[in-house]
C-alpha cells in the first residue's frame, strides 16, 4: 500500500504545484520518485520530527499542501504537540502520513507499533482520520487527502494487502462503504484488519451467522448515520481495530450508539488490550496472538451471539 | 494591560520592548490596513508568553482597536495571554517554547521556492534555546542557507527557575550559532540604534540565515523587577504600578 501511496502522490503532485514532502530520514526505497520528480519541493529534514512538523507547518502556511511521512509512531506521537499547536491550532494543510499502523512491523517491537494513534488523533481538533483497508480506499484516499483544506492523519498499510472491496468504490471522507450486508449482526472495521475481517464473515455465514460488513476507513469524522442505521437494523454490533481499545474506532462508535440512544442489543469492541506488546513475532503471528486473527475474530463474534 | 488583567510574564515583555518599537517602526513591512497582504514581512513571536507586548504595538499601529487593549487577559477579551494568530497582525500563535523558529524556517523555505522577497524574521527567548526543535531547526536552516531568515534572541538571561547560566548554560551561544554556519552578531537590545543598525544588514551573510544576539535586561527600566526570576510570573499591583510608570517615565 505505501508504494500505491507513493505513485499516486506523485501523480497528483505532477499537476498540483502546491504538494510538498517534508520527512525525517524515512521512506527509503518508497519516496525517491517524488525526491527525484520534484527536488525543489522535497526536503529530509534528518530524523528530528519536530523540525519535520513545524518546517512542513510554515511550509503549508504560504499556500501549499505539505506532507510528512514516516514509520508508526515518528510522525505522531514523537511531535504530538507540533502536531495540535502548530498543525490543528492553525488549521493548516498539512498531511500526517504513517507507514505500518497497528503490530505492521511486528518484531521490530513497541517502539514500531503504532496501537494508540486512532485514539490520540481522533482527539485533536480539526484533524481527519483516515484509515485504509485496501489498493481501492488507499489510492482514492490520497485524492480525497489532498481535497481536503486543513490537518489530515493517514493511516498506511506496509505491505501488499489484499483487496477487501470487490469492484471499484466511491469513497467520500466521512461515508463508511458497505462491504455486504446481512441480518445478524454488523462488524465495523477500519483499516488493514479488513482482511481478517471478511473471511471471519465467510466462516460465520457457513454456520448461518449473516453479518452485515462496513469498512469505516474516516475514523473522524465518523458517519454516525451508518452506525445508528445498522444498530437499528441488525441489533448487534462489533468493532475490529488493530489498535487499543482504549480511545480507538470501537470507542468512536460507542459514543455514536450512545449519543443517539441506538443501543444494540449486543456490541462487542475487538481491539488490543491495555498492555504493551512483549511477545516476539511477525505481523501475522502477532495478530493471533491478541485476538485479531480470523479465527480468534470469528470466535470472538459467535461467542457474542450464542 | 498587565495590570488590569492581572498577567505575567512583565519581566519578559519589558525586556524585548526596543526590540519591538524597532521591528515595527524601522523594520518589517506591514501594512495594518492589509493584516494578510501576501508581501508583508514574516514576523514569529517563538517567546509567546510575551504576547502582551506586541499586541500593544498592533493596537498602536491600528491592526485593531486600542479598546481591545482592555480586554487583555479578561472575560469576553479578544487578547490571550499567550500570542494569537485570531489577533489581526499576528502571523503565527505560540505560547510552548520551541515552535516559533521550525514553523520560521518552513515560511522561509515556501517564500524562497516562489522567489518571494518578503523576510521571515522570528524572535525567541532563552528559554526556546533550551528546546531540542530550536536546535533541529537551526541545523535545518543552515544547512539548505536560508539566507531570507533571521533569528533575534531576546537575551534576558533569565529563564523561569533561575538564571539561564545556572538552569542550562547556552554560552557561548554566539559561537555555537557559528559553529552551526549561521551568520551570527551581538547588540545591546535596549539600545535602539544599534538593533536597527544590524537589522539593516540582513543577511548578515549571504547564503546564511542571520543570528541577532540581542543583550537584555529582564523587567528593564523597573528598578524592582529587573534580572529577578519572579518578574516572570509577578502580576502587578496597584502601588507597584504607580511606582514603575514613574521609574519608566524617567
Redesign the interface.
Same mark, same amino acid.
Given at each position: 500500500m505505501r508504494t500505491l501511496f507513493n505513485k499516486v502522490l506523485v501523480d497528483i503532485a505532477k499537476k498540483d504545484k502546491r504538494i510538498w514532502m517534508?520527512l525525517a530520514d524515512i521512506g527509503y526505497g518508497e519516496i525517491e520518485p517524488f525526491r527525484d520528480a520534484f527536488p525543489?519541493?522535497w526536503?529530509n529534514?534528518?530524523v @528530528?520530527e519536530?523540525?519535520m512538523?513545524? !518546517?512542513?507547518?510554515? !511550509?503549508?502556511?504560504?499556500? &501549499?499542501i @505539505?506532507i510528512t511521512y514516516s514509520i508508526a509512531n515518528f510522525p505522531t506521537l514523537r511531535c504530538l504537540?507540533?502536531i495540535r &499547536?502548530?498543525v490543528c491550532?492553525?488549521n493548516a494543510n498539512v498531511k500526517i502520513v504513517i507507514i505500518g499502523g497497528g503490530l505492521a512491523y511486528g518484531p521490530l517491537g513497541v517502539s514500531h507499533q503504532a496501537t494508540e494513534d486512532i485514539a490520540i488523533m481522533r482527539a485533536l481538533p480539526n484533524m481527519v482520520v483516515f484509515c485504509p483497508c485496501d489498493f481501492a480506499e488507499a489510492e482514492a484516499g490520497v485524492h480525497a487527502m489532498i481535497a481536503h483544506n486543513g490537518p489530515f492523519y493517514y493511516r498506511c498499510g506496509y505491505k501488499k494487502e489484499p483487496p477487501v472491496h470487490a469492484g471499484k468504490i466511491a469513497l467520500k471522507l466521512g461515508k463508511a462503504i458497505q462491504v455486504r450486508d446481512g441480518a445478524d449482526a454488523t462488524i465495523f472495521f477500519t483499516g488493514t484488519i479488513g482482511n481478517q475481517v471478511l473471511p471471519a464473515a465467510d466462516a460465520l455465514a457457513k454456520r448461518g451467522i449473516r453479518c452485515r460488513i462496513v469498512s469505516l476507513h474516516t475514523v473522524k469524522p465518523i458517519d454516525r448515520k451508518a452506525i445508528v442505521k445498522a444498530a437499528r437494523e441488525t441489533g448487534a454490533i462489533v468493532t475490529v481495530e488493530e489498535h487499543q481499545l482504549q480511545g480507538g474506532m470501537g470507542s468512536a462508535v460507542a459514543e455514536v450508539l450512545c449519543d443517539e440512544g441506538a443501543m444494540p442489543k449486543k456490541f462487542l469492541r475487538i481491539g488490543l488490550p491495555d498492555l504493551y506488546v512483549s511477545k516476539v513475532g511477525t505481523h501475522e503471528w502477532l495478530l493471533n496472538e491478541y485476538g485479531l486473527s480470523t479465527p480468534k475474530i470469528t470466535a470472538s463474534i459467535r461467542k457474542l451471539l450464542q | 494591560m498587565t495590570h488590569r488583567g492581572k498577567s505575567g510574564h512583565v519581566g519578559s515583555m519589558l525586556s524585548m520592548a526596543e526590540i519591538l518599537c524597532v521591528l515595527y517602526m524601522r523594520v518589517l513591512r506591514v501594512n495594518p490596513k492589509r493584516p494578510k497582504w501576501d508581501g508583508r514581512d514574516r514576523f514569529v513571536l517563538s517567546k509567546g508568553h510575551g504576547g502582551c507586548a506586541v499586541y500593544a504595538v498592533l493596537g498602536e499601529l491600528g491592526f485593531f482597536p486600542k479598546s481591545w487593549f482592555n480586554g487583555y487577559y479578561r472575560d469576553k477579551g479578544k487578547l490571550m495571554g499567550h500570542i494569537s494568530?485570531h489577533v489581526p497582525g499576528v502571523e503565527?500563535?505560540?505560547?510552548?517554547l520551541?515552535?516559533g523558529?521550525? !514553523? @520560521?524556517?518552513?515560511?522561509?523555505? @515556501?517564500?524562497r521556492?516562489?522567489g518571494k522577497t518578503h523576510r521571515i524574521i522570528c524572535l525567541m527567548s532563552d528559554g526556546d534555546c533550551d528546546e531540542?526543535?530550536t536546535w533541529?531547526?537551526i541545523?535545518?536552516a543552515a544547512q539548505?542557507k536560508l539566507d531570507n531568515l533571521t533569528v533575534i534572541v531576546d537575551y534576558n538571561k533569565v529563564q523561569a527557575l533561575g538564571m539561564s547560566k545556572d538552569v542550562l548554560d547556552l554560552e557561548p551561544l554566539t559561537r555555537k550559532l557559528e559553529d552551526c554556519h549561521w551568520a551570527a552578531k551581538e547588540v545591546d537590545g535596549h539600545d535602539v540604534v544599534a538593533v536597527d543598525d544590524a537589522l539593516h544588514t540582513l543577511p548578515f551573510e549571504q547564503g546564511k540565515p542571520s543570528w541577532l544576539i540581542c543583550h537584555t535586561v529582564k523587567g528593564k527600566g523597573v528598578s524592582w523587577m529587573e534580572n529577578t526570576v519572579s518578574c516572570h510570573y509577578g502580576s502587578v499591583t496597584d502601588e507597584q504600578l504607580a511606582k514603575a510608570l514613574r521609574e519608566v517615565a524617567r
Open positions: 517534508i525543489d519541493r526536503f529534514c534528518g @528530528a519536530q523540525n512538523t513545524g !518546517v512542513a507547518c510554515g !511550509v503549508a502556511m504560504e499556500g &501549499n @505539505a504537540e507540533q &499547536n502548530d491550532y492553525h | 494568530h503565527f500563535s505560540t505560547g510552548s520551541g515552535h523558529l521550525p !514553523v @520560521a524556517v518552513g515560511m522561509a523555505l @515556501a517564500a521556492h516562489t531540542g526543535s533541529e531547526a541545523l535545518f539548505h
